[in-house]
Nanobody
Framework: QVRLVESGGGSVQAGGSLRLSCVAS????????MGWFRQVPGKKRDWVAS????????CYTDSVKGRFTISQGNAKNTAYLQMDSLKPDDTAMYYC??????????????????WGQGTQVTVSA
């Protein structure tokens, strides 16, 4: 059974930091993309960042560049999202996902086959 489990969410004041973790299990850890998305109630799920497990290539949405850092653990089944200089606009449910499509940075929700249940991040002004 495939599982992705996120942790590390919470409530912080603007300017603070959080580190999200994602641990995957139940699938073959071949080279693939792991991504972070976020969603607020009533809106679509937005891509935040992705990392390719072979070589560590990364990509970010413009609004988080310079503030967020995606990384992976020693094993290919773990991904992290270090979030610094948090803003109220970063408030959302954050989801981890895994995808195997080729063609460069994976950013599309439809390209990711497995998803976690999410972890809430709340940033107060």
């Amino acid at each position: 059974q495939v599982r992705l489990v996120e942790s590390g969410g919470g409530s912080v004041q603007a300017g603070g930091s959080l580190r999200l973790s994602c641990v995957a299990s139940g699938y073959t850890y071949s080279d693939h993309w792991m991504g972070w998305f976020r969603q607020v109630p009533g809106k679509k799920r937005d891509w935040v960042a992705s990392i390719y497990t072979a070589g560590g290539s990364t990509c970010y949405t413009d609004s988080v560049k310079g503030r967020f850092t995606i990384s992976q653990g020693n094993a290919k089944n773990t991904a992290y999202l270090q979030m610094d200089s948090l803003k109220p606009d970063d408030t959302a449910m954050y989801y981890c996902a895994a995808g195997w499509e080729e063609g460069g940075c994976l950013t599309d929700v439809a390209a990711f086959g497995y998803w976690g249940q999410g972890t809430q991040v709340t940033v107060s002004a």
